[in-house]
Nanobody, 126 residues
Framework: QVQLVESGGGLVQAGGSLKLSCAAA????????MAWFRQAPGREREFVAGTRWTAGSTYYDNSVKGRFTISREYAKNTIYLQMNSLKPEDTAVYYC???????????????????WGQGTQVTVSS
């Protein structure tokens, strides 16, 4: 089984920062793309940022571009999401996901992803 475990969520004031982590464990898999999604109450799960595991290329949703940074650490099988200049509208449960099979690009639709973590809550107060 593949396991993705997120951590690092919490409560922060607007303008503050948080760093999320997602550790991958279990059987060996390709990890073509790893990404972060988020879901606010009453809303659809939406793409935040993604990275190709081998090439290191990245892609961001416009709503977080310039404020969030996705990175990866091979030795720890982990990706991170550094979130700066947080806004109340960033409040959501953040999920880590893996697309194991895609060979090019970074998909932004949730159905492309094969494995998901359990999520970590991020709350930004105004």
């Amino acid at each position: 089984q593949v396991q993705l475990v997120e951590s690092g969520g919490g409560l922060v004031q607007a303008g503050g920062s948080l760093k999320l982590s997602c550790a991958a464990a279990g059987r060996t898999f390709s990890r073509s793309v790893m990404a972060w999604f988020r879901q606010a109450p009453g809303r659809e799960r939406e793409f935040v940022a993604g990275t190709r595991w081998t090439a290191g290329s990245t892609y961001y949703d416009n709503s977080v571009k310039g404020r969030f940074t996705i990175s990866r650490e091979y030795a720890k099988n982990t990706i991170y999401l550094q979130m700066n200049s947080l806004k109340p509208e960033d409040t959501a449960v953040y999920y880590c996901a893996v697309d194991e099979y895609i060979t090019t690009g970074i998909p932004t639709f949730r159905n492309a992803y094969d494995y998901w973590g359990q999520g970590t809550q991020v709350t930004v107060s105004s």
